[in-house]
Structures are given as C-alpha cells and as structure tokens.
C-alpha cells in the first residue's frame, strides 16, 4: 500500500510547529556554556533561538556589513 505523504506545512502543524520560511534553515549543534543562561535559551522557541544567536552575532561584530549596513 502507498501513503502520499502530507505537505510539510500540515506535518509542521501536527507538531505545534511552523515550517521553514525562505532564507531560513535548521541546524543542531552544541552549545557550551554558563548553565542557568542554557537553560533560558533551551527553554525559547526555536524562533527566538535564532533571534538570540543572531543578536550576539551583531553585538559581536561577525555578520557582515553590505552596503555600509549590518545584515538584516
């Protein structure tokens, strides 16, 4: 017996979770640390996950600058 398969949107709602937007990817990695501030970031969505990372990045000085301004 063949199952199609259901779109990744609908698998994603299943799991309480929103797919992939463009330009977004998922990664898992691992991450040292002080405790108490992993368990913060363990316990933000992984939206906000990636919003912290990108933000220490920025503070930090690693994203490029294009056109005399920082990544967006």
């Known amino acids: 017996m063949i199952r199609n398969r259901p779109p990744k949107?609908?698998?994603?709602?299943r799991l309480?979770?929103?797919?992939?937007g463009p330009g977004e990817a998922?990664?898992?990695?691992?991450?040292?640390?002080?405790e108490?501030?992993?368990?913060?970031?363990?316990a933000l969505s992984a939206k906000?996950?990636?919003?912290?990372?990108?933000a220490?990045?920025?503070?930090l000085g690693y994203l490029?600058?294009?056109d005399g301004a920082r990544e967006r």
């Open 56 to 59: 220490g990045l920025e503070a």
């Open 48 to 54: 906000e996950r990636g919003a912290v990372v990108k």
């Open 16 to 20: 309480g979770q929103e797919p992939l």
């Open 64 to 66: 490029e600058v294009r």
């Open 26 to 34: 998922g990664l898992r990695t691992y991450v040292r640390g002080e």
């Open 36 to 42: 108490a501030a992993l368990r913060l970031f363990k």
């Open 9 to 13: 949107e609908v698998l994603a709602a």
